[in-house]
């Protein structure tokens, strides 16, 4: 079956950097836009990033653009987030998730998700 599963969350201090993993089974990895969404806690579920099926196009939040870089390997069937520059801000559980559609930026358009890894910026 269709499996998404994050890893390399942690507890790390404010200026720190942490790359978080999605890695994939069950279904053509490259034929699917992966993006990465958050959820901090009492807050819905926001968009981060995204990347294109061959990884030539990336996208991302206003929030984490020029500190968070994603990418993916399509022969190893992972993407990942590269996150810089953390701030407090920015602890949240990170969730990756695969869509065909390209309104990448939407939750309702993703079909597979992850179960999250949780991120936690101290100051």
């Known amino acids: 079956q269709v499996q998404l599963v994050e890893s ?3 507890l790390v201090q404010a200026g720190d950097s942490l790359r978080l993993s ?3 089974s069950g279904y053509t990895f490259s034929n ?6 958050r959820q901090a806690p009492g807050k819905e579920r926001e968009f ?8 030539g196009s990336t996208y991302y939040a206003d929030s984490v653009k020029g500190r968070f870089t994603i990418s ?7 993407a990942y987030l590269q996150m810089n520059s953390l701030k407090p801000e ?4 990170y969730y990756c998730a695969a869509t065909r559609s390209g309104s990448y930026r939407y939750r309702a358009a993703y079909d597979y998700w992850g179960q999250g890894t949780q991120v936690t910026v101290s100051s």
Do not use: M, Q
């Not at 699917?32 to 969404?37: D, L």
């Not at 981060?48 to 990884?55: D, L, P, Q």
């Not at 993916?72 to 992972?78: G, I």
């Open 90 to 93: 920015d602890s949240a559980d």
């Open 48 to 55: 981060v990033a995204a990347i294109t099926r061959g990884g």
């Open 22 to 24: 999605c890695a994939a």
């Open 72 to 78: 993916r390997d399509n022969a190893k069937n992972t």
């Open 32 to 37: 699917y836009i992966i993006g990465w969404f």
């Open 8 to 10: 390399g969350g942690g």
